[in-house]
Nanobody
């Protein structure tokens, strides 16, 4: 069992930056691939980024590639999402999630993740 708690959301102007954090409970954090998803009002939840258990592999949605960076610190049981050059369309609730097993081709699907945080709101004003 893993409990995830996100933090770092807020209001920022377009072009600005925010850094999200997701802290995990338990001693098995390093066993999970960690992902970030987001959900805007009236839209389905969508994949943002994922990082492998060791941190050696990362994948991004095309919409955030080159602007967002996912990282993790297994000693601190924390995964991060650095968001730069933010756009109004990045406005959403952001969720971190833990995926067991291999970082396979379904990492973009929310159904592949077992544990979820409660979310943190990011609002980008134009």
């Amino acid at each position: 069992q893993v409990q995830l708690v996100e933090s770092g959301g807020g209001l920022v102007q377009a072009g600005g930056s925010l850094s999200l954090s997701c802290g995990a409970s338990g001693r098995t954090f390093s066993l999970y691939n960690m992902g970030w998803f987001r959900q805007a009002p009236g839209k389905e939840r969508e994949f943002v980024a994922v990082i492998s258990r060791s941190g050696g592999s990362t994948y991004y949605a095309d919409s955030v590639k080159g602007r967002f960076t996912i990282s993790r610190d297994n000693a601190k049981n924390t995964v991060y999402l650095q968001m730069n050059s933010l756009k109004p369309e990045d406005t959403a609730a952001y969720y971190c999630a833990a995926k067991v097993g291999l970082l396979s081709g379904n990492y973009y699907s929310d159904s592949a993740y077992r544990y979820w945080g409660q979310g943190t709101q990011v609002t980008v004003s134009s």
